[in-house]
């Protein structure tokens, strides 16, 4: 998840679109510590409005609407770079969330990112572990949310292992318990639900090892405080999930639950998390749990001021990338090291931000990834990698920005390639791919001899005049003959690129 960096003192807040809620916490940053002002929280229900063919409802759009709406007017007044705004799986599954972002993003007045289940879980590891004393041995943190569950194996603040799951809280209450309908049957088809996803991780995760488990978040929170007023134990067992089980089948409905441990907020979803959490300890062997108050709110509020540490997750994502498809990094440096210089040349001109920058900076390092899978159309290969690929310390939309800068980096630039992009950020996302297509063209001889230096200059918006350092295109002929050709494969595209000779 890149942001713009967060002032290192000042009012700073991150927003959580979950599947059934969604989180406002308001902090300050005080001699380098975080202090929670304000939290806020709405139950929105958004993944209870995703249908049988993946699309938000109606209903579920305006709820989650007003709710936004509300919290910009709280946010009034806070710089862009000290607001983060993600949304996880309802968002990530719905096949209508690029046209409700556009709506959403309107309704805040920030930029919001749908972050992957991997990134969500890196985030989720890093609010427990700040929320935990130091200890170097490994440590199992579980999240149950609302349409996902995470799970992830670390040690201090380094997360190791980190997987996430479709399976939720929200999703099975809609899917084993219609209508809130309690039946030993019902509980035990989400048990055996639950059961048969973790098949998938089960192994790897046993295999790896831990010597502490924590549970974060909502529905463990709830459990947890259930397991203490019940049971009167600090921890949660195998036994007392057993013994809250039994309470609740005590009823037919959710509705008819009258229980004092159990909040009228969470009586509707409890029993689902009950049977994800209760599988979980079954396939994984867990005895014992404990809750930790930080989650995926506190890890994004600590990952908006841990500044380098969040430039070195994503480096890390891009050189894990370029080891797996075995890039050139020789080549991927030259190009990139040109774009720099390129960017550098017309950015005030063309108000490109250092957001801009970034993402022509991983497009470079990452321009030939699909030379893995063919060299025929490697581009549009890199694109399809780029856009799938799990890429802790991005977003959706940041990696699909740069899998179109890779995608249009050669052969002809077709405009429509931005039609999923939201109007704002089309004139820059064209801009940075002209940069990285000369960057490339530049360095086609991939080493063999040194580019020449180029001057590049804005003349009007969508207008770039090209010319030598120094020197002259006698002593480049081919590569003057490849600018030509390139200049008119952007006229196509309503793009002017003018050669000086």
């Known amino acids: 998840m890149t942001t713009t960096l967060a002032s290192t003192e000042g009012s700073i807040a991150v927003l959580d679109m979950g599947s059934n809620s969604f989180h406002l916490v308001v902090a300050r940053v005080e001699h380098g510590e975080i202090r929670t002002l304000q939290t806020f929280r709405e139950g929105v229900r958004l993944g209870e409005g995703l249908n049988a063919h993946g699309l938000l409802s109606d209903a579920a759009q305006q709820r989650g609407l007003a709710c936004l709406k ?3 007017q709280r946010l009034e007044g806070l710089p862009r770079e000290s607001v983060v705004a993600f949304a996880t799986n309802a968002m990530r599954i719905a096949s209508n969330s690029r046209e409700f972002l556009r709506y959403a993003e309107d309704a805040l007045g920030y930029p919001i990112q749908v972050i992957s289940g991997v990134e969500e879980a890196r ?20 999240d149950i949310g609302g349409g996902s569950t995470e799970f992830i194996i670390g040690d201090q603040f380094q997360a190791q292992l980190m997987e996430s799951l479709a399976m939720g809280c929200v999703a099975f209450m809609d899917r084993f318990f219609p209508q809130g309908a309690l039946s030993k049957e019902n509980f035990q088809n989400a048990f055996n639900h639950a059961s048969n996803e973790l098949l998938r991780v089960s192994k790897r995760y046993r295999k790896k090892g831990w010597h502490s488990c924590y549970g974060s978040s909502g529905s463990v929170r709830a459990i947890a405080q259930a397991c203490q007023q019940l049971c009167g134990q600090e921890v949660i067992t195998r036994p007392a999930l057993k013994h809250l089980r039994g309470k609740l089948l005590e009823y037919s409905n959710t509705s008819e639950i009258d229980l004092e441990w159990l909040s009228s907020a969470r009586r509707d979803n409890f029993i689902a998390g009950l049977a994800i959490l209760t599988a979980i300890f079954d396939v994984l062997k867990i005895d014992e749990m404990h809750f930790s108050s930080g989650a995926l709110r506190e890890g994004a509020l600590y990952d908006l001021v841990g500044r380098s540490e969040h430039e070195d997750v994503c ?17 991927a440096e030259r190009v990139s090291t040109c774009a720099r210089q390129l960017f550098a040349q017309v950015a005030s001109d063309w108000a490109l931000s250092t957001a801009d920058w970034a993402r022509l900076r991983w497009a470079a390092e990452l321009h030939e990834v699909g030379l893995a899978i063919s060299h025929v159309q490697f581009h549009k290969h890199g694109e399809y990698i780029l856009n799938g690929a799990d890429m802790p310390g991005f977003s959706h939309q940041e990696q699909h920005a740069f899998a179109f800068l890779v995608r249009g980096h050669r052969r002809r630039l077709r405009r429509q390639l931005l039609s999923d992009f939201a109007d704002k950020d089309k004139p820059s996302l064209l801009r940075l791919c002209v940069l990285l297509r000369l960057s490339v063209l530049l360095n086609r001889g991939r080493g063999d001899s040194q580019p020449p230096e180029v001057v590049l200059q804005v003349q009007c918006t969508d207008t770039l005049a090209l010319t030598l350092n120094g020197e002259s295109f006698d002593d480049y002929p081919l590569t003057l003959a490849e600018l030509l050709a390139e200049a008119g494969r952007l006229d196509s595209a309503g793009f002017k690129l003018s050669i000086k000779r």
């Open 70 to 72: 509300q919290f910009g």
């Open 123 to 142: 985030l989720i590891y890093l609010g427990v572990a700040h929320s935990l004393p130091s200890d170097p041995k490994r440590r199992l943190v579980v």
């Open 315 to 331: 480096l890390r994502s891009v050189q894990s990338m370029q080891g797996r498809f075995n890039v050139d990094m020789a080549q």
